[in-house]
């Protein structure tokens, strides 16, 4: 009840361990606080816990989310994909999933939501998983969203094909 009442605008939470009772408690808090930038790197959290805190950022003012190096409990380890697939109903603007491994599949389907998205700013930096293939993949979304920058350090990118990209879509600005 604390947080609806203050004029905190980012709440930094790395490092926890979110179980399903925080993050209820953020997902009764959230959605009414003025909250814009979230930082859950580096959290150990469950599926469970993540689909209740996916279910306040929705509602919440929050256009900010650091979800680098998350440490996923989750026995399929797909809380990740929680996390991509609910963008295209939240207000986030700037999306970090740097240091996670994401691959094609997780991939693919950011590709698909990025469009219907409000991200402009998207870090990638130190996933095994952009490669080539997988930075073509995403590239197709590139003209159908809103993306104005891309962070790709540390991704087994080849140069030519980054290249290609920032000559078929100028206005995004790559940074690898």
Known sequence: EVLPRTSITTLDLSGNNIASLGATCLAFVLPTSKITR????????????????????????????????????????????????????TQIREINFSDNSLGYEKVKLLAEVLPGSQVRTLSLENNKGINNATFKLLSYAIQESRLEQIFLKFCSINNAIVKEVLFKYPQVKIVY
């Open 38 to 89: 979230l930082d859950i790197s580096s959290i150990k959290i469950d599926q469970k816990a993540a689909e209740t805190l996916v279910a306040a950022l929705v509602r919440s003012k929050v256009e900010y989310l650091n979800v680098t190096h998350l440490k996923d409990d989750s026995p399929q380890h797909t809380v990740i994909y929680e996390f991509i697939n609910c963008l295209p109903r």
